[in-house]
């Protein structure tokens, strides 16, 4: 197999979560530009590309169940049994913990957590029933293991995606079913936009051992390898793209 072979996504089905903006829309747009169909979910409305009719746009809800159900459907009926799972919708509140509302906190762990296993375990039940190797890759962060000031309750949610990587890992194993994380460092995205163009931006270009920031391409290598053969024996593990920062 050559590398090319061994990396490839051609013809494969992905679903992709928050996938109108952000890291999101890099993967969806990479993966389109390799030749796999791509079923892009966003909780907004998400302006079509032209992808040659390899994305399928969804509007949905990953909190609720019934919109989590009618993403898979949706999916198999348009392109068949999906192959990859991108569990990478998430939110985020710049709160210090002593001003965190159980608000805030129930709307982080709904999407962050609750919706990320509602999507990863539809996604596995379709897979075993169909009797089909897959893989699913969840979107966790430098900051669940890392102290960030302003960052709890994210943070919490994100040591939490992580725990469930490897559990789910475990679990699905026998189904040849791969589940593995990517975790960023800091890259601008309109998650942490009003973060990133202020004063901290520099600080922590600082502090990290390349001196800058994430650009989105960064990702690129590590979202092909898991979602293709190259990473065949691979399942449980997270993989910091970070420039070093948490060094």
Partial sequence: ?????????KD????????SSGIGQRIVTLLAEHGAYVVCVGFTQVEPEIHSGRVYYI????TKHEDV???????EARFGTVDVVFNNAGVA????????????????????????FMVAQTAAKRMIAAKK???????????????????????????????????LAVEW?????????????????????????????GFLKAQNPMRRLGELCDLDGAVLMLASDASAYMTGTIITIDGGHNL
Avoid at 1 to 9: A, D, I, N, R, Y
Avoid at 69 to 75: N, W
Avoid at 173 to 201: H, M
Wanted: with cysteine; charged share 15%; glycine share 8%.
């Fill in 133 to 167: 190797a897959g893989a699913i890759i969840n979107t966790t962060s430098i900051l669940a293991e890392r102290v960030q000031k302003g960052a709890a309750a994210y943070s919490m949610s994100k040591a939490a995606i992580s725990q469930m990587t490897r559990a």
């Fill in 12 to 19: 494969k089905v992905i679903v992709v979560t928050g996938g």
């Fill in 93 to 116: 509140h710049q709160s210090r913990a002593i001003d965190t509302s159980c608000d805030m906190l129930e709307h982080i762990f709904s999407v962050n957590v609750g919706g990320a």
């Fill in 59 to 62: 509007t949905a809800d990953v």
């Fill in 173 to 201: 194993a026998q189904n040849s079913i791969r589940v593995n994380a990517i975790a960023p460092g800091w890259f601008p995205t309109g998650i942490n936009a009003d973060l990133l163009e202020g004063p901290a931006a």
């Fill in 69 to 75: 159900t009618s993403i898979f459907d949706k999916a």
């Fill in 1 to 9: 197999m050559t590398g090319s072979e061994l990396f490839s996504v």
